[in-house]
């Protein structure tokens, strides 16, 4: 077994069930397998895998299979259950479930000694029509699949794909479309369309400075300060934010990427536990975008974060049930943010976001996080702590 620093084991064996097959959730089942291998672990999500939801940009060039990992594979490699169900948590329940130690999944009741709410964020939603994509789509199926489906693509005449959105989600899926199309010698022309007046706006100033190069010498049309109303036919309906007016540009296709929206944030001590009416919850914990921790790390809603924050859990939920019971504080800062610009170029920043890194160098950098990630989800974890 891997030594964990204050952690000396009782007689016990604990009974944990995670809610939510994500980044944050794999990241506390892997950490709670690492260090006690025989923890009894239930996993609960309405899915049946677990999908690398950062990627879904390169099934323009890969499989969808190749970002999936069936929970049958994972029950089998950890030892662990995976029911697939949906969880309803409100402030009333997670007390009930504190008191109680078991929730009720369909007709089974689940006892517990720990829970752990690691769910993510949903894509904010607007109005869908035949020629409109969300992210929820490229969940389904690869991107050449989606492109010719919704376009008539042997057809001489140009296509218009707009993408709304110019946060990471929208940008990686922008250059994504463009290498494709120019591999598959496809005539369309691109749009980026974004509510700001500039692009990446969480990240430094170069970010927006190197993506607008990019855009020009691709020549992909930037329409800045433009609010998304909806799609009507081949047209995109916009508002200029700055004086109000409506306007609509040609669209035969547009990707939707209008960030998260979380249906319930849930806020947690600086260990990672749930607190409700400014009660701590101590055997209920919270991870993922769902959560705001009460300290000094980060809360951004990435997988960076969520990763972090799982594996914190974990170990804190073995310290807890633990002799000593010493936890350990939620204190991880971003360490650095690589956005991919197609798959030869990448822009982002390391160790600190003045310092920032383009091309290949860049590239280099999320290839060994992403390995990273590959290896913690066949047990093999080297983040350091």
Known sequence: MALLPFYIPGK????????GGGYAGLAALTTLKRFAPDTDITLIDPGDRHLKITHLHETFRYPLSDLEVPFSILEERFGCRHIE???????????????NRYL???????????LIIAMGAESRQAELTGNVLTLQHFMQKTGPELLFECLKINEQKQRIISVVGAGATGIQFLFEIRQFLSRQKINAQLQ???SGDRVLTQFPQGFDTYVQSCMQDMRIKGVPNARYHGQAGDQIQLEDKQTGQLFELPSDLTLLFLGK???MIMSANLFGQAVVSKQT?????IAGDCSVYESLGSNVQSAQSAVRKGK???RNILRHSGLLAILEPYLHHDIGYVVNLGPVDAVGWLVTEGNIVTGIPALTIKELVEA????????IDTYVV
């Open 12 to 19: 016990k064996r604990i009974k944990v069930v995670i809610a």
């Open 85 to 99: 169900a949906s969880l309803t948590i409100t402030d009333e329940l997670l007390q009930q479930w504190q008191d």
């Open 104 to 114: 009720a999944v369909d007709d089974e009741f689940i006892e517990f000694d720990y």
């Open 192 to 194: 980026l369309i974004y």
């Open 261 to 263: 929206k979380q249906k």
């Open 281 to 285: 919850l101590n055997n209920i914990f």
């Open 312 to 314: 914190l859990v974990g």
């Open 372 to 379: 990273q990630y590959d290896l913690l989800l066949r047990g």
